[in-house]
């Protein structure tokens, strides 16, 4: 159960805390693995530490011309693919009456715009090998954030969204799905003061942060045994909030 072996996998933001707990969590399943992200120093790290196996793909999925390069490249070098994990995002802290349109526009393009266009890239690949697509959302998309994240938020309910809309559209080949973590230990939650994060603890019933190895087991499972799952959003949360 659980293996990917003979499988080949496109990470976006493969270089970050949670896109890195997934590269290395497939590759330990036999998956090879086309590791994306704007960050080359950090893919081409990744990359050497996970063997042949995996390559490093510098590529910024802002623009759907970078999915599409992303997508190309992975599959010019391993003539297939089978998981796609949209997981590049960033969370800039910016209070609602002080966020530009310039903030917008950037947030909804990295978040939002590179999960449509990367599904839309990998799909045709997706469709002959019955692949799976499995998107980063959030609690934000749930709930809305607690500090600071509107537009942030907005992307991560976008995908859920987005996510059982495609899924209709790609089956019954490609099943689409999401996970969306709650507070992880990670540099993304750690911004906050000691205090908040306290008080952050007490409202999640299992009364600790997640660790980046359980959002990526909720991946694994979803690109691997989940075969009757499609349109759907796994929460990740502690029981932060439960649906
Ligand atoms: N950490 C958390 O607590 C948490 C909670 C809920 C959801 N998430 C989501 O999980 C995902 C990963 O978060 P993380 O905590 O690992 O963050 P991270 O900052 O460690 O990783 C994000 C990665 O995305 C890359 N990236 C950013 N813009 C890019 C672009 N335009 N093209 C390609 N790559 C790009 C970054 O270089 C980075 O390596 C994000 O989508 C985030 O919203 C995280």
New binding site residues.
């Given amino acids: 159960m659980f293996r990917l072996d003979g499988k080949v996998a496109l990470i976006?933001?493969a270089?970050?805390?949670?896109?890195s707990a997934v590269a290395r969590l497939f590759r330990s399943q036999g998956a090879s693995l086309a590791l994306?992200?704007?960050?080359q120093q950090?893919v081409l790290a990744l990359a050497e530490e996970l063997s042949e196996a995996a390559m490093a793909c510098q590529?910024?999925?802002?623009t759907a011309g970078g999915c599409r390069r992303a997508v190309d490249a992975a599959v010019e070098r391993f003539q297939r693919l089978d998981v796609l994990v949209n997981?590049?995002?960033?969370?800039p802290r910016i209070p609602f009456l002080k966020s530009t349109e310039e903030d917008w526009d950037r947030i909804v393009a990295?978040?939002q715009k590179?999960m449509y266009f990367c599904s839309q890239a990998a799909a045709p690949h997706l469709r002959r090998t019955k692949g799976r697509i499995i998107s980063?959302a959030?609690?934000a998309g749930r709930a809305g954030a607690a500090a600071n994240a509107s537009i942030y938020s907005g992307t991560k309910g976008a995908i859920i969204a987005m996510t059982k809309a495609i899924a209709r559209e790609l089956a019954p080949d490609v099943t689409v799905n999401a996970v969306a973590?709650g507070?992880?230990d990670?540099?993304?939650?750690n911004v906050l003061a000691p205090d908040r994060l306290q008080a952050l603890l007490q409202t999640i019933p299992l009364q600790r942060l997640g660790t980046v190895d359980e959002v990526a087991k909720a991946i694994l499972f979803l690109a691997t045994e989940g075969s009757y799952m499609t349109g759907a959003t796994i929460d990740a949360n502690g029981g932060w909030m439960m649906l």
């Avoid at 997981?87 to 969370?91: H, L, T, Y």
């Avoid at 990670?186 to 939650?189: N, P, Q």
């Fill in positions: 976006t933001g270089a970050g805390e949670i896109g994306v992200d704007v960050n950090g590529a910024d999925v802002s997981n590049a995002g960033i969370c990295v978040n590179s980063v959030s609690y973590p507070a992880i990670s540099a993304m939650v």
